[in-house]
């Protein structure tokens, strides 16, 4: 009998079965089109069987069985799982490896509790190299059935001084929600990057292997982390059709696979502020935006008197990369409270620190100041710190870089939050005199307690 079940043997499902194989796990493997299946079982894997027929998939499995789905999130992973609940037994387990909607995950632990079955949300990050050689990973379910699966996939995780990136998140689809919020985090460093590579070619007038070089340099300091990291290597490397650096010949349009948006959409229901990983989304957004960027292209005229330095650039990316941490962060401990998941904030942060794509040397930071009982990780010294001697520096980018008409939108989102933080004046006094004024929706008043409705109709 074997140990474990992957369900998808796409790139992710084969590279998180090898993984599993390669740390003595017997595995069995199934595939919707038989022929991926067939491929791995010509390999000739030493304890790998793959199947054809899912019975036989879930037959050869020891139990308490434990599946680990690892197919397109949506529809595919609502269908696989009306197959198994049919062919499992009371004490199954099953675990939806994609980047699931963690609503979804909630409904489908409520739907499969039902049949006695676990199911498990497991938040996997890393891409294809970290599926195989040792990713980050979130699991969330039920915390009593978590010992049946808590070694394989703690052995499966990439590792940090020892300790595997992989621990128990909390119930239903948190570590889902925590897989979302941190592509969120991913989606505004990633542009934070694209917007540092603007300034430092456009403004500063670096080459793409200067800047390469640049990176090379900041990543052996505070600003360490696997994005900087790959953003050097991307800029570094040659087209194979064309004389040019590739990144040039790249063209300006992203694509985005939900996770960006999902988190966004979360952060407005949840009335949380977390504008910059909004803004990276949005970016990805106008790039798509062809039609319009045609039309306006060259409006908006270009005079910038201010030169930057490589410096400027490099407390203003520090700074913003620990707002966009510092917000993703405040999104767990919101979500923490409202949705009662009492979610171990230095335990994400120490989970992120290796396998995963945020992977930063800020996330020891993180785990310090969690440490000392921070609450709010931007009021706590080492971030405020930072504003504080930093701020300048931001303020220098965004202003030099909006002359030059580079919009820079993580960039700005982050000097007005800190704009919108150290200011008294935000403009909500008239807000609440609009909002009273058409709706009688009262305010308060600066000098005495309690909630006020004015007759506005003197002044009609
Ligand atoms: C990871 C990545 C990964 C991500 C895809 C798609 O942590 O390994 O976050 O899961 O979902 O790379 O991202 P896009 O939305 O940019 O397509």
């Not at 050869?60 to 696989?80: C, H, Q, W, Y």
């Not at 239903?172 to 925590?178: E, P, T």
């Not at 994005?227 to 349009?253: A, P, Q, W």
Request: aromatic share 10%; with cysteine; proline share 2%.
């Amino acid at each position: 009998m074997n140990d474990i079940g992957v369900i998808g043997l796409g790139v992710m499902g084969k590279n998180i079965a090898l993984n599993m194989l390669s740390r003595g796990y017997k595995v069995s493997g199934f595939n919707r089109t038989f022929k991926v299946t067939k491929d791995l079982i010509d390999k000739n894997i030493e304890n790998f069987s793959g199947y054809e027929k899912i019975e036989d998939f879930v037959s050869s499995l020891k139990s308490p069985r434990k599946i680990f789905l690892m197919v397109p999130a949506g529809n595919p992973v609502d269908e696989t799982i009306e197959v198994l609940v049919k062919l499992l037994e009371k004490g199954d387990i099953i675990m939806d490896g994609g980047n699931s909607y963690f609503e979804d995950t909630n409904r489908r632990f409520e739907y499969l509790n039902k049949f006695g079955i676990n199911y498990f949300g497991v938040g996997v990050s890393g891409g294809e190299e970290g599926a195989l050689k040792g990713p980050s990973i979130m699991p969330s379910g039920d915390k009593d059935s978590y010992h049946h699966i808590g070694k394989i996939l703690e052995d499966i995780s990439a590792k940090k001084e020892g300790q595997p990136c992989c621990s128990y998140i909390g119930p239903k689809g948190s570590g889902h929600y925590v897989k979302m919020v941190h592509n969120g985090i991913e989606y505004a460093d990633m542009q934070l990057l694209a917007e540092t590579y603007l300034l430092l070619k456009y403004v500063c007038r670096y080459s793409n292997k200067e800047i390469a070089n640049i990176l090379d340099d900041w990543n052996n300091g505070e600003v360490q982390s696997y994005l900087v990291e790959i953003t050097s290597k991307v800029l570094k490397e040659k087209d194979s059709l064309t004389e040019n650096d590739l990144v040039d010949v790249i063209l300006d349009v992203a694509g985005n696979k939900g996770t960006g948006r999902w988190t966004s959409i979360e952060a407005l229901k949840q009335e949380f502020n977390a504008s910059l990983l909004t803004a990276a989304y949005q970016a990805r957004i106008m790039s798509n935006n062809l039609n319009l960027r045609k039309e306006f292209n060259g409006v908006i005229d270009s005079k910038n008197n201010m030169d930057l330095s490589v410096e400027t650039i490099h407390k203003a990316y520090s700074l913003a990369k620990s707002i966009a941490f510092a917000q993703g962060f405040g999104l767990y401990n919101d979500a923490s409270k409202k949705y009662e998941w009492n979610l171990n904030l230095k335990e994400i942060a120490s989970i992120f620190r290796a396998g995963c794509i945020i992977q930063a040397k800020l996330l020891q930071e993180i785990m310090d100041c969690y440490d000392n009982g921070a609450n709010e990780l931007l009021a706590y010294p080492t971030f405020k710190n930072k504003v504080i001697e930093n701020n300048k520096s931001l303020k220098d980018v965004v202003i030099s870089g909006l002359s030059s008409n580079l919009a820079l939108p993580v960039y700005t989102s982050a000097l007005v939050y800190l704009t919108q933080l150290s200011s008294d004046l935000l403009g909500a006094n008239l807000i609440q005199g609009q909002r009273d004024y058409f709706g009688a929706h009262t305010y308060q008043r600066v000098d005495r307690e309690g909630f006020e409705h004015h007759d506005w109709s003197n002044n009609e």
